[in-house]
């Protein structure tokens, strides 16, 4: 299970900024996605985007253009909600034959840890 950090930009800025004077060295998990809210996520995760990673996860379509002919949903439209989930972390695009991109799930369960009194939300993906 990969933990994700929920941090405001105001929070991210002081962390890089830190980092930047060597005032504090960097995150083990620097590299990974966060989110500046857990509204941020659901905002991401609609009713339309879980159908899609849905119908990604079980029909497992071997390119773009398969899964726009599934969906209906226009190439510009869907290419753009599939780089916000893979910036996420939910979805990877794996290479294909010539150009061809294959999206695929990453994740099955999302857990969310909210620290009630403080900023030290976390976030759980496995």
């Known amino acids: 299970m990969t933990t994700y ?8 800025r002081d962390e890089m900024k830190a980092v930047a004077r060597g005032q504090k060295p960097v995150p083990a998990d620097a590299a990974r996605p966060s989110f500046n809210s857990v509204k941020a996520l659901m905002r991401l995760l609609t009713p339309e985007n879980r159908r899609l990673l849905s119908l990604i996860r079980d029909r497992k379509p071997e390119s773009m253009t ?6 209906g949903r226009a190439q510009p439209n869907l290419s753009r909600t599939l780089a916000k989930l893979e910036a996420a ?25 909210i620290d009630p009194c403080g900023g030290q939300d976390h976030l759980q993906m496995a």
């Not at 294909?96 to 991109?101: A, D, L, V, Y």
């Open 5 to 12: 950090r929920i941090q405001n930009l105001r929070e991210l």
């Open 66 to 71: 398969e899964l726009r002919e599934w969906t």
């Open 89 to 113: 972390g939910l979805v990877t695009m794996k290479p294909g034959n010539g150009r061809r991109k294959i999206p695929q799930v990453r994740v099955r369960k999302i857990t969310v840890e």
